[in-house]
């Protein structure tokens, strides 16, 4: 089935077609990391398209979720650390969404735990977030996602990867600070970043979980618009009425800054990394994928600069 969705974007109508096939109606759909930020959008984004009955939201912790359990989602126990806890949990799913995990250093054996427990259990097909252009990326953070991308593969599981670009949200936590020193600090040099909204790519994942026709897909999802950093640090210091200028640092001396702030080590040597490597472009695609994906342009990154600033 074809979808057409028209949208007006600066006085221009723009038309976005999406081939789409709904899956079984009554799928049972799960979503790992169900109480983190991406996890939670994707429920709600599920919520407007299946009912509360099939979504299953696999977390540590099921008294967090209350909320969700009081709405008819099903919640249940599902903890990385206790892999005993896995294949039942993923009892009757038939579509999993594997949001990576935030353990860095000890994802791949955690997706890996996740994956045979998914072939285990049954589920048909398997949806992951991983990183853009994961085999080519020069970012320490794609080599994690490499491998579980391989895994996947080779359980012969259906699957569709979903190569997310970067959360304008990552930057965004630094504009009140910014603000009131009137300086935004990085490694990124010029280099453009194709940064998205979280709730984009919680879209995306929810429009992949609920339709049908992506199976053993990769897709390379990043925002319409890049930025660079001084641009970025630019519309902070106009959104707040007050002059932000962006002062780039090499990759050491960010590293040690973030440091002096407070952010644990290996923290702050994997945002810097991150930063230096958007300098060469790692963070930079212009496919327009995933707003074709999710059938409207993705978010601004100048709202969600807004709304971080004023919210």
């Given at each position: 089935?074809?979808?057409f969705?028209?949208?007006?974007t600066?006085?221009k109508?723009?038309?976005?077609?999406r081939r789409?096939?709904?899956t079984?109606?009554?799928?049972?759909?799960a979503?790992?990391?169900?109480?983190?930020?991406?996890?939670q959008?994707?429920?709600?984004?599920?919520l407007?398209?299946?009912?509360?009955?099939?979504?299953?939201?696999?977390?540590?912790?099921?008294?967090g979720?209350?909320?969700?359990?009081?709405?008819?989602?099903?919640?249940?126990?599902?903890?990385?650390?206790?892999?005993?806890?896995?294949?039942?949990?993923?009892?009757?799913?038939?579509r999993?969404?594997?949001?990576?995990?935030?353990?860095?250093?000890?994802?791949v054996?955690?997706?890996?735990?996740?994956?045979?427990?998914?072939k285990a259990?049954?589920?048909?097909?398997?949806?992951?977030?991983?990183?853009?252009?994961?085999?080519?990326?020069?970012?320490?953070?794609?080599?994690?996602?490499?491998?579980?991308?391989?895994?996947?593969?080779?359980?012969?599981?259906a699957h569709?990867?979903?190569r997310?670009?970067?959360?304008?949200e990552?930057y965004?936590?630094?504009?009140?600070?910014?603000?009131?020193?009137?300086?935004?600090?990085?490694?990124?040099?010029?280099?453009?970043?194709?940064?998205a909204?979280?709730?984009d790519?919680?879209?995306?994942?929810?429009?992949?979980?609920?339709?049908?026709?992506?199976?053993?897909?990769?897709?390379?999802?990043a925002?319409?618009d890049?930025?660079?950093?001084d641009?970025?640090?630019?519309?902070?210091?106009?959104?707040?009425?007050?002059?932000v200028?962006y002062?780039?640092?090499?990759?050491?001396?960010y590293r040690?800054?973030?440091?002096?702030?407070?952010?644990?080590?290996?923290?702050?040597?994997?945002?810097a990394?991150?930063?230096?490597?958007?300098?060469?472009?790692?963070?930079?695609?212009?496919?327009?994928?995933?707003?074709?994906?999710i059938?409207?342009?993705?978010?601004?990154w100048?709202?969600?600069?807004?709304?971080?600033?004023?919210?």
């Open positions: 089935m074809l979808t969705v028209c949208v007006l600066n006085g109508i723009e038309a976005y077609v789409t096939t709904t079984a109606e009554n799928d049972m759909y979503i790992t990391g169900a109480s983190g930020q991406l996890g959008l994707v429920i709600e984004d599920l407007t398209r299946v009912a509360p009955a099939g979504i299953v939201a696999l977390v540590r912790d099921p008294a979720l209350s909320r969700l359990a009081d709405r008819g989602v099903v919640v249940r126990p599902f903890d990385y650390d206790r892999p005993e806890t896995l294949a039942p949990a993923l009892a009757g799913v038939d999993l969404l594997l949001i990576s995990s935030s353990a860095v250093g000890q994802r054996s955690q997706h890996r735990a996740v994956i045979e427990a998914a259990a049954g589920v048909g097909h398997i949806v992951y977030t991983s990183i853009l252009r994961a085999p080519d990326s020069p970012m320490e953070l794609a080599g994690e996602h490499r491998e579980t991308e391989a895994a996947i593969v080779a359980s012969g599981l569709t990867i979903l997310n670009g970067w959360y304008t990552n965004t936590a630094s504009a009140a600070p910014a603000v009131q020193h009137g300086a935004m600090a990085g490694s990124a040099g010029n280099g453009r970043i194709s940064g909204s979280r709730a790519y919680a879209a995306a994942a929810a429009t992949v979980l609920a339709e049908d026709g992506t199976a053993n897909r990769v897709i390379e999802l925002g319409d890049a930025f660079t950093l641009q970025f640090a630019a519309a902070i210091g106009e959104i707040a009425g007050k002059p200028v002062q780039d640092m090499p990759e050491a001396d040690q800054m973030l440091e002096g702030v407070g952010l644990p080590a290996p923290v702050a040597a994997m945002l990394e991150s930063d230096a490597k958007a300098a060469q472009g790692s963070l930079y695609d212009d496919g327009r994928a995933l707003s074709r994906l059938g409207r342009p993705t978010t601004p100048q709202d969600t600069l807004r709304a971080a600033l004023q919210g």
